[in-house]
Each structure stands twice: as structure tokens, then as C-alpha cells.
């Protein structure tokens, strides 16, 4: 089962492609959906010294597993977050749960310009973790300090589920691109766009022009889980929750 969390994001200065039957910003807000299964550590110690679980950030949105002992914990447990900014890496964090106080057994930041894009689940790939954070401008940033700890996660962008399918394909093929770059240097894109618009119209319309037209069947778009909260307004907050955290 799974804990989806969300947040949004507005991509600016996009047009909207032929076809679309919402904004372009508001599509490239509602795709990126990250998907996160934690499946599972190797602990260097005896077995009997761990109590451990797994804490994953995105920007201030933050989800715990459940505790779990031993030196090789295994939790199978599914994470889905819809983030506001590509650029934002994943945070993992894990904890050794103790009487008085939690210590952490090691951390790893993952870019979001490493997780591929897919609608499938994969095998995962083990994460090195380290002991220490590295901070810029009150932003995790990097870590360093290598533990002999590791985390095994399957992470992946997915695309929801209820949009057309020319359309579920040209934003596999846009996330795959977007993915690779931040989003101040997405203004090739933006030609590509045009190019593909004037190719198949006669004219062009701006993404202000669509935005009035566009509102009430935009307002239909949902996510999978189909209670969301209004777009560009709220912070990130959890609206499934299937397994116990903390």
C-alpha cells in the first residue's frame, strides 16, 4: 500500500501543445510525480543493535516508514510525492530508533536528475549512505563521510493516470528531457513547442489566452488519488496513508 503526498509546481513561460486539454504549466506541474518504494537496508553491526526506519524529504514534505529490526530491515513500502520544482533531490535519512532519542545511521541525497521516468516499478538500486550533511543557503546540497550502510530504493517520475494517451506520451517524452536540465534552462524547449504548434495551426495562442477557456475542464484533471489540494496555493500535505509511520 502507499502514502502519497503532494506539493505543485508551476513550469513559466510554456505554451500549450496541440490538442491539450489543459495549460502547459498546469500539465507540467501535475506530471512531476515522484514515486518512491523503500525495500530494504544492509546494516554493518549486530542485529540486535538495530531498530531502523526510513525518513524521505522532498523540499518540506517529510515521510517515515515503519521501525523495523535487524542488520538487514525490510520494509516494501510505497511513497508518492508530486513536487514543485524538477530540480529538488530526494532526501533519505535513516534512523536507529532508540528509548530516549533516535540517532541517525546514515543519509543520502539523491538529484532528481538521476531518478528515471516510468510508469513501471523496477528492482531498485542500492544508496551508500553517509554520516554527515553538506548545507547551502539553508539547503541540503550534497553529503559526505562515508558509512558501510546502504538503503535499497526504487524511485522513478511517473505520469498520472487519467490523461490522453497522445498525451501521456508527449510528456514522457518532455519529463525525460526536463529531467536533465533545470528549469531555467528550458527555454530551447519552448521552441520546440512552437514549432511543433505552427507545423499543425495556423496561429498560436499564449498560455494567458488559454487559461479562461481551459479552467472548467481543467478543473476535472485529477491526480490518482483524486483529493488534492487547489494548485499554486498549499503547501505539500499527505492525502493517503495505507502503512503506519513513526
Known amino acids: 500500500m502507499s502514502e502519497r503526498l503532494t506539493a505543485v509546481q508551476q513550469a513559466p513561460g510554456l505554451k500549450v501543445p496541440e490538442g491539450s486539454s489543459a495549460p502547459v504549466a498546469h500539465r507540467a506541474a501535475e506530471m512531476s510525480l515522484l514515486c518512491v518504494r523503500v525495500k530494504k537496508a544492509k546494516l554493518h553491526g549486530p542485529p540486535d543493535k538495530f531498530n531502523a526506519y526510513v525518513t524521505l524529504k522532498v523540499q518540506n514534505v517529510k515521510s517515515t516508514t515503519i521501525t523495523v529490526r535487524g542488520d538487514q530491515p525490510c520494509w516494501e513500502q510505497d511513497f508518492m510525492f508530486e513536487i514543485s520544482h524538477l530540480e529538488s533531490g530526494l532526501v533519505v535519512e535513516l534512523w536507529n530508533k532508540g528509548l530516549i532519542w533516535d540517532t541517525m545511521i546514515g543519509t543520502a541525497l539523491i538529484p532528481s536528475d538521476s531518478i528515471r521516468q516510468s510508469d513501471e516499478e523496477g528492482p531498485g538500486e542500492w544508496t551508500s549512505l553517509d554520516s554527515e550533511v553538506l548545507m547551502r543557503e539553508d539547503e541540503i546540497c550534497g553529503t559526505s563521510n562515508p558509512t558501510p550502510h546502504q538503503v535499497l530504493l526504487d524511485t522513478r517520475f511517473e505520469l498520472p493516470f487519467d490523461i490522453p494517451e497522445d498525451e501521456a506520451q508527449y510528456w514522457t517524452s518532455k519529463l525525460e528531457r526536463i529531467n536533465t536540465m533545470r528549469i531555467h534552462d528550458e527555454f530551447p524547449l519552448q521552441e520546440d513547442v512552437q514549432r511543433q504548434r505552427m507545423a499543425s495551426a495556423p496561429s498560436q495562442c499564449s498560455l494567458d489566452d488559454h487559461d479562461s477557456a481551459m479552467d472548467d475542464r481543467d478543473s476535472d484533471y485529477r491526480s490518482e488519488t483524486s483529493n488534492r ?12 496513508q495505507c502503512t503506519s509511520t513513526l
Not at 489540494?229 to 493517503?240: D, S, Y
Open 229 to 240: 489540494p487547489p494548485r499554486f496555493t498549499t503547501p505539500p500535505r499527505p492525502i493517503r
